[in-house]
């Protein structure tokens, strides 16, 4: 949905005599070239689960290396798939890891009311008994996250043309560099400009284009730029959303506003909302947009009158 968002900003300021104004939510239009720490993301799923409890940070911290471990012995990729329950035997523990670190990064992304998976994955790994050792408090981490189910890991799954058609947009036009430092509960897995490259060619047989967004829309000196030209944009974030660390969370100008909750997740603002248990802030936040959101189209319509007397 993060897509859409961009989009929303970037059509507001090309067709100002389209669109009246833009809510651009969880839009990460500065996680593009050089503008945003490549490990911005990783850094707030670390740290949404690690406020959540420190027990499950440093749990799935020190699973790493044990994984690996486990996995490069005679036999350790059979004893991976029994205590994970995959739904094939493993070939690699990268399709494990990708699996767990996809897992978190969801888990964070979207953090929401009134279930808060962070919540429920941490519960699954504190919840263990004491005597548990670490892979399989993990197991029970997954558990807790995707519900009882026959097998896990990797399952067959039929791939989407939202899924398919993103891969093919970050890959060619939308490059987002994120990466994976020392700084997370990951292992380091740093974005290389060059191998990205390769890799999107090697699927499409089409050259990625890593500035072109930059060169097209802007970003760098982002409030200089947008102060001068632009107007009526909100951008919303939650901050527990990973994609706020790519946000604008600073208000540019006086119709160039940045809303923000502490709490919120991705996209929270504008999806359906649910009077019994969306929190007192979602609920702020969301009268705040439509405020302004009024004040724009009221502002358009008595422009509209004065310019054609």
């Known amino acids: 949905m993060q897509a859409l968002s961009v989009l929303a900003s970037w059509f507001r300021l090309k067709y100002p005599h389209v669109a009246i104004g833009a809510l651009a939510s969880s839009a990460p239009i500065l ?67 990708n699996y767990l670190v996809l897992m978190y990064s969801r888990a964070a992304q979207y953090n929401s009311p009134p279930k808060y998976p962070v919540t429920i994955v941490c519960g699954g790994i504190d919840g ?46 939308m490059v987002i560099p994120i990466g994976i430092t020392n700084n997370t509960m990951f292992q380091p897995d740093p974005f290389i400009l060059s191998s990205f490259i390769e890799e999107c ?22 409030k200089l730029v947008l102060h001068k030209f632009g107007s009526n944009i909100i951008f919303s974030n939650g901050l527990r959303d990973p994609y706020s660390s790519g946000g604008v969370l600073v208000n540019i100008s006086e119709s160039i506003v940045a809303v923000h909750t502490v709490n919120g997740s991705h996209c929270l603002d504008i999806l359906h909302a649910n009077q019994s248990t969306d929190p007192v802030w979602l609920v702020r936040q969301r009268e705040v947009e439509v405020k302004i959101i009024k004040g724009w189209i009221t502002q358009y319509y008595f422009d509209l009158l004065a310019f054609s007397q």
């Not at 005679?74 to 329950?85: I, R, Y």
């Open 31 to 97: 996680y593009f070239d050089d503008i945003t720490p490549q490990d911005g993301y990783y850094s707030i799923v670390t740290k949404d689960f690690r406020e959540a409890s420190e027990t499950c940070y440093q749990t799935i911290k020190n699973s790493w290396s044990i994984i690996v471990e486990v996995g490069s012995k005679p036999g350790g990729l059979s004893v991976l798939s029994k205590t994970f329950k995959t739904c094939k035997p493993l070939k690699s523990v990268n399709v494990l890891k």
């Open 128 to 173: 263990a008994p004491p005597e548990t050792d670490i892979l399989d408090k993990v197991f029970a981490g997954v558990v807790a996250y995707t519900g009882n189910r026959t097998c896990y890991v990797n399952a067959p799954r039929n791939i989407s043309e939202t899924t398919v058609g993103w891969r093919w947009q970050t890959c060619t036009e």
């Open 201 to 222: 060619r090697s699927l499409y047989g089409v050259p990625s284009r890593p500035h072109w967004v930059t060169t097209y829309y802007g970003g760098h000196d982002i």
